[in-house]
């Protein structure tokens, strides 16, 4: 008994011993949690200390940048009531040299500001200085300043001008002439898109300010971006008030006018009956252009011996753009003195000398046209669209082939040539009258003009002559007789493929043919996955000498090859 007694005694001894030395060491590992807890307690309290010193700096900073822009926007507000324009200009100069990265917006800006204020003429003197901020020589520029630069159009060439003021229509013709100066540059497509789209909202307002330098601008900003229509609808409404505005033009801007008129063929309505010396001033070396020119397209001169009295004036003019010197020289020198005999040319009808306008027009039908071919000659026509089918007003008149009755004044549309103006006029309307088989009218109809390529299901056909083409056509490889003539994109500039197709590739292949390549071409890079955005600038350029191919060369003796992507249905 005494003997498990002790050792009882023993195992508690020993129990205690080892509780007491558990116990010791829990409160060592304790006694350290503390202190790991104390120290990192500290660095958060001095974190802590941090953070807040660095938020009381960030609001003092934004406090302080908030005041800065106070200030600066006080001391914008007085120079735009003082109206220094040195000063405005100083201040834009130090804006742009402290934030490179959104100067233009600012300038944009200013010039808002001023118009609102009224202060037209600083407004457009400060659209002029951004342009020679930017470079009188132009350079490529970023997407994004390209959208601020976008933004002037609707605020200054699409609002309601103010025309009781004088110097309003500056800010018109400098908005114009500055986007004009962009027309060079790869990245203005969205320049062109603008000014295409809107095109009757701004020659509305241009004509409004009935300001001479503003319509010159007007027609020279859509002269350099090729916008044929566009100019055509200008030169529609200049003809209206031709005979009050002439008087007002200066020789130069009557020179330009006159040689971009002659261009589209829409010059005969602007010369005078009798003989008038600002129509001769031989002191310009633009209108010995025009004179020469108009010479030369009519047979009326020796070609081959004016071709360097021509390239001599066009350098001698200090009017002209480096642009349209260039293109003038393309297309006088190459379109009518090595292509005069095959340039088409529109009959005159009556004798003033202007086209026939029509506001009604019958469809002549496909066998009365084949039976009665000798009764039937070519002529040019203008006929009258409508934005809608109730409308009294004609929104413009559109220059379209047409079929006269040989002795009288008598004149009908082909289903070609309806369809013609359907493609070009999509969406507006016409009136259309309908004849029976002895070309008597039973009607007449105000049709929306429809694109015959859209059908129900949204699919473009493919007619069977353009789809036996497309399978014949080869691409334009290395070994494509297009391309061993020279002509490509890459490396090449406009005046050198244009000299590559008028001079070899048309007289060689036919115009027929170098069309036809040059729209598969289009064709296959719009058909590619995102092709219009990765390929827009070979897509652009071949477009553009595709419509200076048809501008030249088309007599409407074939089908011209569409550059629109089709499916079969």
């Known amino acids: 008994m005494q003997g498990t007694r002790d050792l009882k005694e023993k195992m508690l001894d020993y129990l205690d011993k080892e509780i007491d030395a558990l116990i010791n060491q829990q409160n060592k590992e304790i006694q350290g949690l503390k202190e790991v807890i104390e120290t990192k307690e500290k660095k958060i309290f001095k974190l802590t200390d941090k953070m807040v010193e660095q938020q009381n700096r960030e609001y003092k900073h934004k406090n302080e940048d908030s005041q800065l822009r106070l200030e600066a926007d006080l001391l914008l507000g007085v120079l735009y009531n003082c109206g220094d324009l040195e000063f405005i200009k100083a201040y834009l100069t130090k804006y742009r040299e402290q934030v490179p990265t959104c100067w233009v917006e600012k300038y944009i800006t200013v010039m808002k500001e001023l118009m609102k204020a009224g202060d037209y003429q600083n407004s457009a003197l400060i659209i002029q200085f951004l342009l020679e901020s930017l470079g009188e020589e132009g350079h490529e520029l970023q997407t994004s300043t390209y959208n601020h630069l976008l933004e002037m159009g609707p605020f200054f060439l699409l609002e309601e001008p103010d025309v009781d003021h004088l110097e309003y229509p500056y800010n018109l013709t400098n908005v114009l002439y500055f986007y004009r100066s962009m027309a060079t540059l790869s990245g203005s497509r969205s320049i062109k898109q603008f000014l295409k789209d809107h ?142 005999k095959q340039t088409f040319k529109i009959k005159d009808e009556g004798t003033n000398n202007k086209l026939t306008s029509l506001k009604v027009i019958s469809v002549l039908p496909a066998k009365q046209k084949k039976r009665h071919s000798k009764k039937f000659e070519h002529t040019m026509i203008r006929i009258a669209l409508y934005k809608s089918g109730k409308s009294q007003t004609v929104h413009e008149y559109f220059n379209t082939p047409a079929m006269k009755v040989v002795g009288k004044e008598k004149y009908y549309l082909t289903d070609n040539q309806l369809n013609n103006i359907k493609k070009k006029r999509a969406g507006y309307w016409m ?139």
């Open 199 to 340: 095109v009757a909202v701004i020659k509305k307002n241009v004509f409004r300010c009935n300001s001479p330098k503003s319509i010159t601008e007007l027609i020279r900003c859509y002269f350099a971006y090729d916008l044929i229509d566009g100019l055509d609808a200008v030169f529609t409404d200049l003809e209206v008030v031709w005979p009050s505005i002439k008087g007002k033009l200066t020789a130069e801007q009557l020179s330009i006018i006159l040689l971009i008129a002659l261009y589209l063929n829409r010059d005969r309505v602007l010369l005078p009956n009798a003989y008038d010396d600002k129509y001769h001033n031989k002191s310009r070396p633009e209108m010995k252009l025009y004179w020469l020119y108009k010479k030369t397209k009519n047979n009326k001169a020796d070609n081959l011996e004016n071709r360097k009295d021509m390239e001599m004036l066009i350098h001698q003019s200090k009017l002209l753009s480096r642009y349209e010197k260039e293109y003038f020289t393309e297309c006088f020198t190459n379109r009518w003195v090595e292509t005069s």
């Open 431 to 569: 009136n259309v009258g309908q004849v029976d088989e002895g070309l008597i009218l039973m009607n007449t109809k105000r049709t929306q003009l429809k694109s015959p390529l859209v059908t129900s299901n949204n699919k473009q056909p493919i007619s069977k002559e353009d789809h036996v083409h497309m399978t014949n056509e080869t691409k334009l490889s290395d070994k494509s007789q297009l391309r061993k003539l020279g002509y490509q994109i890459t490396g090449t500039t406009r005046v050198k493929r244009w000299e590559i197709l008028s001079k070899k590739a048309v007289p060689q292949m036919g115009v027929k043919e170098v069309a036809s390549i040059i729209a598969f071409l289009i064709r296959g890079r719009k058909a590619m996955k995102n092709g219009e955005s990765k390929n827009r600038y070979s897509i652009s350029e071949w477009e553009y000498d595709l419509n200076r191919l048809k501008r030249t060369y088309f007599k409407n003796d074939f089908n011209w090859p569409s550059t629109t992507v089709r499916t079969y249905p």
